[in-house]
């Protein structure tokens, strides 16, 4: 077909607006109060996530295309600039070809000039290859594929290949050493026996297509980055999902996801970026690792040794079993029996972090069932999420900012993991299962509506990376942690934690927001805890849990709060109420489980007020006559009991 001048002007518009969102927000909420941690790594704001016109751009002239057709154990070409040898055609010189017909055991191998741009159209073409990719770019400046309205197209290799000094580095069904764009509405499916489906060794850009991948290794890969724009994606991958690799500069190794919709099942990470991962929108289902059913992490804190064993059920590769049953339910106990390696049918791979020209660069040393995952910064300010992820849902060695997107996830172990600052600003975020909630060094709350269920702390400010061992983030801390801090100045946080409801290794500081948290049913755990001093200017928060290690506000603040013990225990799903002395109600809560102890602080407290505070059988008044009225006799180190007793 021919172009119009519609076509290019839409390709063009579309371009635009992809850019404009790319560019568009920063990588800290601009509302935010939080101090900034040590950690200073490539951002959103430092990577190019424009997607150009051409990328878009699904027209190309007919009459001069060459065709080339594969039938009968050769391939026919139609035109000027390509050659065949049997089943195996080779594109020396730019220009636009269009392909069709099934070679089943064929190659396309492009090796044009450095600065030949190639325009491959996928006219319902089926490619099997026995020992090599059946799509290799060795050289060119940019090749396109564009996937023809309507059509079925099918690359699959072999689990071997048979590699020359040439291509030594092969790795992928799709192999492309230059930038690869993918687009068009039609279908391709890539089975990828050998390792890997996609590679690009500079730019993968999609935006468009119908994009299945089944992959003995690693699914999708851009060295340099992937940006992807639109397109129905499901990928069933042996170890990542998708990711990009380049450590050598900070404006290389990101992912940028703007839109598409995106079924994952992997082994391990779902989606990996050495630097930054920018996720704008998009639908995206995820399972890596077997799902939160395969905990990484036992609800004591120790590792799980045997998850990776069942990391079979995440999918991927050949052998993968889909998403499974989550037979947990977020409030501790025992992981479940995992099978052996050899019940599994799969090899879970592990390899040294290297750059080298090939592509199979697992991320670590150590096994890693993370669904997004980046090195610098994870960045998500639009997208509908769910995830199902034996290791962290949501992974940065850096900084975690989260500026919208609805995020829904069951983790097997931290909900979110930051080493850095953790920044929730606006969005929505419900993790239904995990070993802790949320963890940052400086973790920042401006708005949005959180929900958290954890085997341990909802939310933990700690210092050091999580190692999944004793010596996790913050593990056995109890002196205060410079730059570490919990601040709330916004939004709706809801908490069921059967460790610390809300833990700061430092300073906890609390100016605005409703926070809720139902916290521990035993006396080691406070529905409080820091090792700092403890703040509120502003907000609401209802915080119950046990007697024994409770802790209120400071006398700091300059709100009023309350720390009171009732006289025995009130029985789970018991409405708490507190009212004034005109039975006016000022707040109230219904915790889901026992508790003895509560936390309370409101614009609404007055000094001088008695309050009247009622849990099931039990009612007892309180008198404000402090910034802080406690009657506890609690074992935390005697932290946030100043002021008034006001009994």
């Given amino acids: 077909m021919k172009i119009s001048d519609t076509k290019k002007l839409a390709a063009i518009t579309a371009a635009f607006f992809i850019t404009v969102a790319a560019f568009s927000g920063c990588s800290e909420s601009a509302n935010s109060s939080q101090t900034t941690s040590s950690v200073s790594q490539a951002a959103k704001s430092d990577i190019d996530a424009s997607i150009a016109a051409e990328d878009i751009d699904v027209g190309y002239d007919e009459e001069s295309s060459v065709g080339i057709r594969f039938a009968d154990g050769s391939a026919a070409i139609d035109g000027e600039g390509a050659t065949a ?24 191998i492009v090796s044009a000039d450095k600065t030949a741009e190639i325009k491959l159209i996928f006219n319902g073409v089926d490619i099997t290859c026995a020992d090599n990719a059946p799509l290799l770019v060795s050289k060119a400046k940019k090749v396109y594929i564009v996937l023809e309205d309507g059509t079925e197209n099918v690359l699959t290799d072999s689990a071997s290949y048979s590699l020359g000094e040439d291509d030594s580095n092969t790795d992928g ?23 890997h489906g996609i590679v690009s060794k500079d730019d993968l850009v999609i935006t468009d297509g119908n994009i299945n991948v089944t992959s003995a290794s690693t699914a999708m890969e851009g060295k340099d980055s992937v940006k992807i724009s639109g397109g129905t994606f499901n990928i069933s991958a042996g170890t990542n999902g998708i990711k990009s690799t380049n450590t050598e500069a900070s404006d290389k190794g990101f992912i940028s996801v703007t839109g598409g919709s995106f079924t994952v099942v992997a082994n391990n990470d779902a989606f990996e970026a050495e630097t930054v991962l920018s996720i704008q929108g998009g639908s995206f289902d995820i399972t890596t690792g077997g ?31 889909g998403r499974p049953d989550d037979n947990g339910n977020g409030t501790g106990g025992d992981p479940p029996t995992m099978p052996t390696a050899d019940d ?37 300010s639009g997208g509908e999420f769910k995830i199902d992820s034996a290791d962290d849902s949501v992974h940065s060695n850096g900084n975690i900012v989260i500026t919208g997107g609805n995020i829904s996830v069951a983790s097997g172990d931290n909900g979110m993991h930051a080493d850095g600052n953790l920044t929730i600003s606006d969005g929505t975020v419900d993790i239904t299962k995990s070993y802790e909630g949320i963890e940052g060094s400086i973790v920042t709350i401006d708005g949005g509506t959180i929900s958290v269920v954890a085997s341990d702390d909802g939310i933990n400010c700690a210092g050091g990376s999580d190692t999944g061992s004793t010596d996790r983030m913050g593990a056995d801390q109890f002196s205060s942690q410079d730059g570490v ?80 013990d009732l006289g025995s225990t009130v029985s789970a799903n018991e409405k708490l109420t507190i009212t004034d002395s005109d039975g006016k109600e000022i707040l109230s809560f219904t915790p889901t489980k026992t508790w003895q102890s509560v936390v309370f602080t409101s614009a609404d407290l007055k000094e001088g007020e008695t309050y009247t505070i009622t849990a099931g059988s039990q009612s007892e008044s309180v008198t404000i006559d402090g910034i802080v009225t406690s009657n506890s006799t609690g074992m935390s180190f005697g932290r946030g009991h100043g002021g008034g007793r006001g009994f």
């Fill in 85 to 108: 040898e049997g089943e195996t055609v080779t594109i020396s010189q730019a220009g636009t070809y269009i392909l069709s017909g099934t070679a089943t055991n064929g190659r396309i």
């Fill in 173 to 195: 069904a799709i192999f492309s050493k230059a930038d690869l764009t993918i687009n068009g509405s039609g279908t391709l499916t890539v089975n990828a026996n050998y390792k």
């Fill in 291 to 321: 799902g939160s059913a395969n905990a990484s992490m036992k609800s004591d804190g120790t590792p799980n040794r045997n998850w990776q064993n069942n990391m079979g059920n995440g999918g991927g590769g050949p052998n993968g079993m």
């Fill in 344 to 380: 599994t049918g799969l090899t879970i791979e592990t390899a040294a972090n290297t750059t080298t020209d090939s592509t199979d660069t697992t991320d670590n040393t150590s096994t890693s069932a993370k669904a997004l995952k980046a090195g610098n910064e994870v960045n998500i």
């Fill in 485 to 564: 801090e919990l601040n709330i100045n916004g939004g709706t946080v809801t908490i069921d934690a059967d460790g610390d409801g809300l833990d700061s290794n430092g300073n906890f500081t609390m100016a605005g927001g409703t926070v809720y948290v139902c916290g521990p049913t035993n006396g080691g755990n406070g529905a409080l805890d820091y090792n700092g001093t403890a703040t509120v200017t502003g907000g609401t928060l209802i915080a119950c849990g046990a007697v024994g290690m409770e802790e209120g506000f400071g006398d700091s603040s300059t709100q009023y709060s309350v720390l009171h």
